[in-house]
């Protein structure tokens, strides 16, 4: 049972290259989310979803991208990449009708040069 | 505007001894709370929870207090142990809008 899996766990890109940063979960939890961890500014909220063809903005979405076809799946994407985006992103998941323990994934640690 | 405060960025407590770490939420409409440890290279792992219906949860040497008039709850370690040492992260909700919305993190180091 792998839980919450993202790819790739490190990555360097040059400002506007493009590129999606996946995450898969294996616990059939409804809901999937993105989160960015920045020195001093804790986890916040990318984009979540609630089901397969349910997405929805959080507290930072700008320059982000999501869709979700599929329960498991549920892939980032940086369209264009900025030095702003340099941080530690994390995958979490959760089944919709417990509000305790969301799963989160081992982060992928991007910079951008 | 940052929702939910840990106003601490590190604390240092010796091993045996109580850990308090703090946390405040501006947002009266949060009625649940959770708090995360997180261990370098890792994700965060869930460590305890408490519903705004209750004042006080346990699990073990880990108790979590929540003071809704003041908008405040700290997580208490008793006793502390090395393995504590971590990054700890509060986090409030509303339970059905499953936004899930964290603090800055507190960095727990316990000293032998």
């Known amino acids: 049972n792998a839980g919450v899996t993202q790819t790739p766990k490190f990555q360097v890109l040059k400002t506007g290259q493009s590129m999606t940063l996946q995450c898969a979960q294996d616990?059939?939890?409804?809901?999937m989310s993105w989160y960015r961890q920045d020195p001093g500014m804790g986890l916040r909220l990318i984009h979540y979803s609630v089901g397969a063809g349910i997405t929805d903005q959080g507290e930072v979405p700008n320059g982000y991208n999501v869709s979700r076809s599929t329960t498991e799946d549920f892939p980032l994407r940086l369209l264009s990449a900025a030095p702003s985006q340099t941080s530690v992103y994390f995958c979490?998941?959760?089944?919709?009708?417990?509000?305790?323990?969301?799963?989160f994934g081992s982060g992928t640690r991007l910079t951008v040069v | 505007d940052q929702q939910v405060k840990q106003n601490s960025p590190s604390l240092s407590v010796q091993e045996g001894r109580i850990s308090i770490l703090n946390c405040d939420y501006t947002?009266?409409?949060?009625?649940?709370f959770l708090w995360y440890k997180k261990y370098p290279a890792e994700g965060p792992t869930f460590l305890i929870s408490?519903?705004?219906?209750?004042d006080k949860n346990e699990d073990g040497r880990f108790t979590v207090f929540l003071n809704k008039s003041a908008k405040h709850l700290s997580l208490h370690i008793v006793p502390s142990q090395p393995g504590d040492s971590a990054v700890y992260f509060c986090?409030?909700?509303?339970?059905?809008?499953?936004?899930?919305?964290f603090g800055q993190g507190t960095r727990l180091t316990i000293n032998p």
């Open positions: 947002n009266s409409m949060f009625d649940y």
């Open positions: 408490i519903s705004s219906i209750k």
């Open positions: 979490a998941t959760s089944a919709l009708v417990a509000n305790y323990g969301y799963t």
């Open positions: 986090a409030a909700l509303i339970q059905g809008a499953q936004k899930l919305v």
């Open positions: 616990m059939n939890h409804e809901y």
